[in-house]
Nanobody, 120 residues
Framework: QVQLVESGGGLVQAGGSLRLSCAAS????????MGWYRQAPGKQRELVAR???????YYADSVKGRFGISRDNAKNTVYLQMNSLKPEDTAVYYC??????????????WGEGTLVTVSS
């Protein structure tokens, strides 16, 4: 089994910053990519940022220039630095990782989510 534990959500005023962390643990063979999704009330879950083993980092247009994603491979941890936060960034943020597991192929895992609330 693989577990993703998120931390760092909370309440912040518009223009402020937060840093989310997500640590993966358990039976991990190879991490293909790690990233963050978010889901605002009444909206679909959307990809915010993703950092692969190879290739370019992805950011949603709505967060480019404000958010930064990074990984600590030794700790199987991904971070999301969120700056210049806006009320429209309010959502539950979910950590996601795609693993490559022997004999099983690509498998996605999700964290339980952490709430980010940005007040105006």
């Amino acid at each position: 089994q693989v577990q993703l534990v998120e931390s760092g959500g909370g309440l912040v005023q518009a223009g402020g910053s937060l840093r989310l962390s997500c640590a993966a643990s358990g039976n991990i063979f190879t991490i293909n990519h790690m990233g963050w999704y978010r889901q605002a009330p009444g909206k679909q879950r959307e990809l915010v940022a993703r950092i692969p083993n190879h290739g370019s980092t992805y950011y949603a247009d709505s967060v480019k220039g404000r958010f930064g994603i990074s990984r600590d491979n030794a700790k199987n941890t991904v971070y999301l630095q969120m700056n210049s936060l806006k009320p429209e960034d309010t959502a539950v943020y979910y950590c996601n990782t795609e693993l490559i597991q022997p004999g099983r192929g690509f498998i996605n895992y999700w964290g339980e989510g952490t709430l980010v609330t940005v007040s105006s």
